[in-house]
């Protein structure tokens, strides 16, 4: 039995099928992404999802859906299914669906009658394009096939509407059609393996709407535009291979495509095998580049989310060469000491304070993976000591070292730290001035700097900062240590101590540097388990807090009031157990391992085979967010790789 498998008693419940959702990406920077049975809740979704240089160089739906009819005896049985108005599903083609899986490729078995036909989809590793293959496994009388593309053309982030500059013409190409609606897209190519009958009948379908969207406070209606459908039959035990691509193929290569993608998977056949394929998901190699996406299906590239999954998405599964390639991408971005937190280029903004701390955190794991201190320092020691620098001197947003040897940083109506949810034009949670996770990786980059440094022979560096270590280390206990307190304060700012009890104190625990002694690390350990901890990962805020907000839904505004105002993430909790098993080693294994292995029933959860971005504060702790979140994998991968150590 495939370890990731739905039946039919199941699939047929909308309510729970339509809230399971897969995803599949490439090395290209594509992806397709659908519900279980194939009906589009997000406008996110679609079989061929990919980036589009020459207009943006963000990724558009070129393919939204495709919508297949099984036809015998004149009867028609499509089994495609879209949402309109209300509860108006139409057609129901998740009746005909006996069956799905997604160990290797996404499976789905249809039955229609007499006939059962299987569907495989697989997106080609480096190139944007699709392939579905359809095999007839059962049938008793004449079959024939009709295929009926969905149209978007459109931004991720937009929806679709009617209208009259779309170019509705269709080309012929061999075994099947090209479009291209609009001008600065590229033509997707809809080719099959055999031939094939394209009877030309351009339509717009009106007001498609997606659940997930209208949840979140969206507009979710869209029209998509239909060129027409394809017919072809098709014998018992045949097998047609569709292909959707930017690119003109060859039909007699379509099906060796199928067989030769298929041999490069690696089956989810149990929990580590599913994260380490959601791991190489989000990793993008383009135009000599090495990137990480911080999640899908709406996250693009982010410098603090890169750093902070780095390790766990390579080194925990023994990939080296991705981390020092994603790496070697990212120095390149450096700029007054910061690394920029989200977009490229003039369109970069370089408001992470965290960012370039992370980035010591990250080749620090690498050293401790590798056990390469010279080489490290030789090829590094630049930016890290133009981080520091900038640091000490001061940089954008007022970030700079104080006299007490700790970092201040803040601006009012931005928010620097991780914590960045911005509700009308203000942060939900500032943190300006002292952060305790800014000076705790403080610390760290300082004391790692210096290590690598001495054992590399570079005596300058060595004397300029070798006495910083113990003066960060006595302000962090001055300013954020209370004898009365088993906690952390989250920040302090002028006379200002914010003792609301976050997970950002857990980092002090966790670092291989760390400015506390194991009393404090074990108060602070209790007081984040009693208090935060939950099977989901660390609450933000701790519900004991009159701010605490125990569900995340709703519209923007109300979903960024509670993103880190209680809302759990998953990607804490690698800190967590990393900070218990040093302090209580074998002793912590047990406990730390039944928290990790925990997150093997989400596997089957919002979206398949990953981890989810968040998950609600309070019980039963479901899912929200993204439905595959880089660091959520990152950490819990590290935090197994610390368990096999251990």
Known sequence: MSYLRFDKSRLINLEYSLGIEILRTNRAGSYASMTIIGCNTRKYHGLLVCPVDQLDGERHVLLSSLDETIIQHDKEFNIGIHKYEGDNYEPKGHKYVRDFEAETIPVTIIRVGGVVL??????????????????????????ILRFKPFLAFRNIHALSKSNLTANTKSEFVPNGIKSKLYNGYPYLHMQFSKSVDFIP?????????????????????????????????????????????????????????????????????????????????FIVRKKGETRIIAGFPWFDCWGRDTFISLPGLTLSIDDPKTFLKVTNTEVKKLKGGLFPNMGSGEDAAYNSVDAPLWFFWAIQQYVDYDGSEISVWKKYSGHMKAILAAYREGTSFNIRMQENGLIWAGEEGKALTWMDAVVDGYPVTQRKGFAVEINALWYNAVKFALELAEKAGDNKFVKEWENMPEKIKESFRIVFCDPDKAYLADYVDGDYKDWSVRPNQIFAVSFKYSPLDN??????????????????????????????????????????????????WPWLLGHFCEGYLKLYEKSGIGFVRQLVEGFEEVMSEHGIDSISEIYNGNPPHLPGGAISQAWSVAEILR????????
């Open 118 to 143: 299987r569907k495989e989809r697989i997106l080609v590793e480096n190139d944007e394009q699709v392939l579905i293959k359809y095999t007839l496994l059962e049938a008793h009388s004449l079959t």
């Open 201 to 281: 009948v351009p339509d717009w379908y009106y007001n498609v709407e997606y659940l997930e969207e209208q949840k979140r406070g969206y507009d979710y209606k869209e029209d998509l535009f239909i060129p027409g459908y394809f017919e072809l039959p098709i014998k018992k035990g045949e097998s047609v291979v569709f292909s959707g691509s930017t690119k003109e193929v060859n039909p007699n290569s379509i099906t060796r495509r199928f067989t030769a993608e298929l041999k490069k998977r690696v089956p989810r056949d149990d929990f580590k095998n599913c994260l380490i394929n959601s791991a190489q998901q």
């Open 519 to 568: 009393d404090k690390k074990k108060q602070v350990l209790d007081t984040v388990r009693k208090e935060l901890l939950t099977p989901r990962g660390l609450r933000t805020l701790s519900p004991k807090n009159p701010d605490y907000k125990a569900v995340y839904e709703g519209n923007q505004e109300q979903r960024d009031k509670a993103y880190h105002q209680g809302t759990v």
């Open 639 to 646: 935090v197994l790789t610390m368990l096999e150590r251990y």
